[in-house]
């Protein structure tokens, strides 16, 4: 069964830090260019970090470009967003997903081979 679950949200206070890891079932992270999103109620969904197929180009939004580490673990078959100086702005629910794309930043779920469930992070003092 092909599936992504994330994990790792929470509640912290403003300039925490978090990691969030999104755990790949049924296929290879090394296979696929990946990404991960975050959606505020109300609101679409933000296109936060991309990593390419090779494993070592990403690409950032510029609001958390310095902030958030995006990388992948091959023997864990896992992505992971490594998130410092946290800030309320920053809440939402994260998403990760995977595209046949040549990078994935596409903001529609649809778009995506494989998609996860999210996971909640609030930043809040």
């Known amino acids: 069964q092909v599936q992504l679950v994330e994990s790792g949200g929470g509640l912290v206070q403003p300039g925490a830090s978090l990691k969030l890891s999104c755990a790949a079932s049924?296929?290879?992270?090394?296979?696929?260019?990946m990404t991960w999103l975050r959606q505020v109620p109300d609101r679409g969904y933000e296109w936060v970090a991309a990593?390419?197929?090779?494993?070592?180009?990403?690409d950032y939004a510029d609001s958390v470009k310095g902030r958030f580490t995006v990388s992948r673990d091959s023997a864990e078959n896992t992505l992971n967003l490594l998130m410092h100086n946290l800030k309320p702005e920053d809440t939402a629910e994260y998403f990760c997903?995977?595209?046949?794309?040549?990078?994935?930043?596409?903001?529609?779920?649809?778009?995506?081979?494989?998609w996860g469930q999210g996971t909640q992070v609030t930043v809040s003092s």
């Open positions: 997903g995977a595209c046949s794309a040549y990078v994935c930043r596409d903001t529609r779920p649809s778009r995506y081979d494989y």
């Open positions: 049924g296929f290879a992270v090394n296979d696929y260019p």
């Open positions: 990593l390419y197929r090779n494993g070592l180009d990403t």
